[in-house]
C-alpha cells in the first residue's frame, strides 16, 4: 500500500503526518518504508537527526523524485512526503500512490488550496486529514461541512493541535495522537 501525503500549500502537516503514519506502521510490526520527494528534505532531516540522537526512525527515509517514485518498492507501507508547489513532482507521487491524503488545517486560506491539490488526484481514492484542529470548534465543524458540501471524502480522525506533535521533529514520535487510528481508518477505507 502506497500513501502519498500531499497538499500544493507548505506548513499543513504533511511531513508530519508522513513520519507519524509510517511510525504507526513500523511499530505494528509492518514493513514500512517513507519516500521523501521534498527537495529540502524536511523528513530526511527529522530521520538524521533521530539517528544522530541514537534513537532512529523505525524505517528508512530515502529520496525520491518523480522518476524515481514511479518505481516504488514493495513494502507493506511505504508513505511518500511531497514538496510544496512542485506540480510535477506532486503528480508523480499522487499517481504512485493508491491513497492520496491531503492534510489541511481547519481555515479557509488553507482550504483554498485543497481543492486543486484535490482536483490532481481526482483519479485516485483521496481524502482530506483536518490537522492542528481545535476540537470542539465552530470553526473545525465549518471546516468539515464545506468539504462535506464538495462531495470530499473527509476522514473521520481528525488530528488536533498538540505542541507535543510540534515538539517530535527530530524525535521518534512515542504517543501517535490520531495517528493510529488514522492509519486503521485509510486500511479500511481503501479496502
Ligand atoms: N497536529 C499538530 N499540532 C501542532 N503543530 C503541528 C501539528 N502538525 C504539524 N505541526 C507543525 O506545523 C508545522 C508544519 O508542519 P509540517 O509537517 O512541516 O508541514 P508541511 O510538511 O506541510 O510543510 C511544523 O512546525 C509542525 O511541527
Ligand atoms: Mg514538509
Redesign the pocket.
Known amino acids: 500500500m502506497k500513501i502519498a501525503v500531499v497538499?500544493t500549500?507548505?506548513?499543513?502537516?504533511?511531513?508530519?503526518?508522513?513520519v507519524y503514519l509510517a511510525t504507526v506502521a513500523a511499530s505494528q510490526g509492518k514493513s514500512t518504508e517513507l519516500l521523501d520527494a521534498?527537495p529540502q528534505g524536511?523528513a530526511t532531516s527529522w530521520s538524521d537527526i533521530a539517528a544522530e540522537e541514537g534513537t532512529p526512525l523505525p524505517f528508512p527515509v530515502t529520496p525520491a523524485n518523480k522518476i524515481t517514485l514511479g518505481r516504488a518498492g514493495q513494502q507493506e507501507l511505504t508513505v511518500i512526503?511531497t514538496p510544496?508547489g512542485a506540480a510535477d513532482v506532486i503528480q508523480a507521487a499522487i499517481d504512485a500512490a493508491d491513497v492520496v491524503v491531503v492534510?489541511t488545517a481547519p481555515s479557509g486560506l488553507d482550504l483554498q488550496r485543497v481543492w486543486p491539490t484535490l482536483e490532481a488526484a481526482a483519479h485516485k481514492p483521496a481524502g482530506v486529514l483536518i490537522?492542528?484542529?481545535e476540537l470542539g470548534t465552530k470553526l473545525l465543524e465549518l471546516t468539515k461541512e464545506t468539504l462535506e458540501a464538495e462531495g470530499v471524502f473527509v476522514f473521520e480522525n481528525i488530528?488536533?493541535?498538540?505542541?507535543a506533535?510540534?515538539?517530535?521533529?527530530g524525535t521518534v514520535p512515542s504517543n501517535f495522537?490520531g495517528y493510529r487510528d488514522l492509519l486503521d481508518e485509510i486500511f479500511e477505507v481503501t479496502r
Request: aromatic content about 6%; overall charge positive; charged content about 25%.
Open positions: 497538499n500549500k507548505g506548513g499543513v502537516g504533511k511531513t508530519t503526518t508522513a521534498d524536511s512526503d510544496p492534510p490537522t492542528s484542529a488530528i488536533g493541535k498538540r505542541q506533535i510540534r515538539q517530535a521533529f495522537y
